[in-house]
């Protein structure tokens, strides 16, 4: 079984942003709204959004599209699926059929009504979309249909008992506006039912987002939110300091500990983002299981974790224990001596692939992985990518040897790794496997999360530990900075953010 340990992580008060140059137009001084009013949050990212289309855009990006686009099925405070959004009751009438229940009269913000029909269109898109993101989720998706203005009937060809933890990551879009504009177009100007409407964009400067003033919900208690981006943490913490933003994203021990001495208020965060060595088990060097072996017995996570981060981060040896605060049944515990004699002196050459400015320390973290593997007898070239070109080759089954991605759980079910990472038909799709494929969909086939577990614990085990397909790493501590007054916003485990009720 995961074994909990104690929880790291708390509900923060914070907000995350956008970015542009120090001194530039907009990012200082009075937004232009009454002190004592609502204003104008100002928020900083650590780079810029690939896409703002969630059919194919990854979901590190969903901080800001989801200002404007919800998901189906809002998330509790224990990451568990609950009854609050635009989906308010669901009802499993077999093993292979749930029928969900909408809340009535919803629009989205150009008048499209956002009933049933919308998201069966949404739900097809997720399916069979060849762009989709999580495309690989829903293949078991048999048909999906709308009876009425709000009920939609899902079957499934087998059972798929977290068919709800996965509509907690589908965001509803408008289905005419979608398919006029296209995904480029929608990404320029989305469209959802959300808090927030879009207001303007400078390409590679900012985006900014207005209230929605025909909102269903609790209006929000600012005017609305401007997302900006530095990639380098420096700038991130002197734009904090010099008041041009209200809230830095993303800021590393040293900085955030700098902000923390000049009198600013620093949250930090477990989440549930899981920073992975992927090893491509499909061409060498790592088609032989004594090499893949010999690198995940050569990479220390603890020290990553105590070297780079200051213990900022919590070291995580699983795959498929989700949520903050567990740990997998078992792990792979580092042993440069036997990962030496595995090696032996053939000496072979490793690419090391990583994003150069999507994750907190991210080059360190690469850097301190290829010298552990230089330490055993590799030999590393270093691949440093922008993050919309690592996806693509990800994607596009380009990469060899190993590289760092973020297995992000956006819905907070076993599965979400399991299908997104494991299976043959995956994202990565780096460890091809007829009996994890079969594990995966056993998984799936059981009565709940509790019947699964076991299952889970197995294709853990046989992944990770056996093939050494999967070096975790740690989950992210995320750190973020506040200027002085700010409050309201909030940060959640599975990179969520509400703005809704941030001041200043």
């Known amino acids: ?54 059919i194919a855009g990854a979901r590190s990006a969903q901080v800001v599209w989801a200002t404007m686009v919800e998901p189906l099925v809002n998330t509790d405070a224990d990451l568990e699926p609950d009854r609050t959004g635009i989906i308010t009751d669901w009802k499993r009438s077999s093993p292979t059929e749930w029928t969900f229940t909408m809340r009535p009269g919803l629009k989205f913000s150009n008048g499209e009504p956002a009933d049933a029909a919308a998201v069966v269109n949404t739900l097809e898109l997720t399916r069979d979309s060849e762009t989709s993101i999580l495309k690989t989720y829903f293949a078991n998706v048999e048909s999906i249909e709308a009876p009425d203005d ?26 005419k506006y979608y398919k006029d504009k296209g995904p480029e177009g929608f990404s320029a100007a989305p469209v959802g039912t959300g808090p927030y409407v879009f207001d303007d964009a400078k390409p590679g400067r900012e985006i900014s987002v207005k209230v929605n003033a025909d909102y269903w919900g609790e209006k929000p208690k600012n005017t609305g939110v401007t997302f900006t981006w530095a990639t380098e943490a420096s700038q991130r913490l002197a734009l904090l300091q010099s008041k041009s933003v209200d809230i830095a994203m993303d800021l590393p021990p040293s900085q955030a500990e700098q902000a923390r001495k000049s009198g600013l208020e620093v949250v930090e965060t477990e989440s549930a983002m899981k920073i992975t060595a992927f090893l491509e088990s499909t061409k060498p060097p790592f088609d032989k299981p004594e090499l893949r072996e010999a690198a995940a017995l050569a990479i220390n996570r603890d020290e990553i974790v105590q070297g780079i981060f200051d213990g900022k981060a919590a070291a995580d040896a699983g795959m498929l224990n989700v949520k903050p605060g567990t740990q997998p049944q078992e792990k792979v515990t580092a042993d440069p001596a036997k990962a030496r004699k595995l090696v032996g002196s053939a000496a072979p050459s490793v690419n090391l692939t990583y994003p150069s400015a999507q994750y907190t320390n991210i080059k360190e973290v690469a850097e301190a992985i290829g010298a552990s593997l230089e330490e055993v007898g590799f030999k590393v070239k270093f691949r440093p990518l922008d993050y919309g070109t690592l996806v693509k080759e990800v994607g596009g089954r380009q990469l060899d040897g190993l590289y760092l991605f973020a297995a992000v759980p956006n819905a907070a079910a076993p599965d979400f790794f399991a299908s997104g990472f494991m299976k043959t ?43 050494h397909c999967y070096v975790p790493l740690y989950k992210q501590m995320y750190a973020y900075g506040l200027g002085k007054g700010v409050k309201g916003a909030v940060y959640g485990p599975l990179n969520t953010f509400d703005f809704t009720k941030t001041t200043r």
Do not use: F, H
Not at 8 to 24: D, E, K, M, Q
Not at 30 to 51: F, V
Not at 150 to 173: A, E, I
Not at 428 to 434: L, Q
């Open 1 to 54: 079984m995961i074994r909990k340990r104690l929880a790291l992580w708390r509900l923060p008060v914070v907000a995350i942003g956008a970015a542009v140059a120090i001194g530039a137009a907009g990012c200082g001084g009075d937004p232009g709204t009454d002190a004592s009013g609502p204003a104008q949050i100002r928020a900083l990212l650590n780079a810029q959004p690939a896409t703002l289309d969630p």
């Open 150 to 175: 709000t009920t939609v009937v899902v079957k499934t060809k087998r059972p798929q008992y977290d068919l709800v933890n996965l509509l907690t990551t589908v965001y509803l879009v408008p289905p």
């Open 425 to 467: 038909a995956s994202i990565t799709g780096n460890c091809p496997d007829p009996k994890i494929d079969g594990l995966v969909a056993e998984a799936l086939e059981q009565k709940d999360a509790t019947a699964a577990e076991k299952v889970y614990d197995e294709l853990n085990t046989l992944a990770v530990v056996k093939k």
